[in-house]
Nanobody, 119 residues
Framework: QVQLVESGGGLVQPGGSLRVSCAAS????????MGWYRQAPGKQRELVAQ???????NYADSVKGRFTISRDNAKNTVYLQMNSLKPEDTAVYYC?????????????WGQGTQVTVAS
């Protein structure tokens, strides 16, 4: 079993900043990619940012230059620093962890944390 605990969401004004965190614990082995997805009401879940074990990153075009993903491998934690937030960034943000073992891939999702950008 893997537990993912997300924290750091909340309400922020347009132009503000937030940092969300996701800590993985439990049966941790061979964590490869860690990432953040988001889902706004009435929309599909979409990739926000992803980071591999060696630090390679990719971002959704809509957040490039504003969001930064990072990870602490020793703590099995991934962070998403969100700057210059816009109302359209409002969504539930989900952490995703991808692990591999003996050729099998395991995917775990966090419970989600709400981020609301409003005046």
């Amino acid at each position: 079993q893997v537990q993912l605990v997300e924290s750091g969401g909340g309400l922020v004004q347009p132009g503000g900043s937030l940092r969300v965190s996701c800590a993985a614990s439990g049966s941790i082995f061979s964590i490869n990619a860690m990432g953040w997805y988001r889902q706004a009401p009435g929309k599909q879940r979409e990739l926000v940012a992803q980071i591999t074990r060696d630090g390679s990153t990719n971002y959704a075009d809509s957040v490039k230059g504003r969001f930064t993903i990072s990870r602490d491998n020793a703590k099995n934690t991934v962070y998403l620093q969100m700057n210059s937030l816009k109302p359209e960034d409002t969504a539930v943000y989900y952490c995703k962890v991808v692990r591999t073992r003996s050729g099998t891939t395991y995917v775990n999702w966090g419970q989600g944390t709400q981020v609301t950008v409003a005046s």
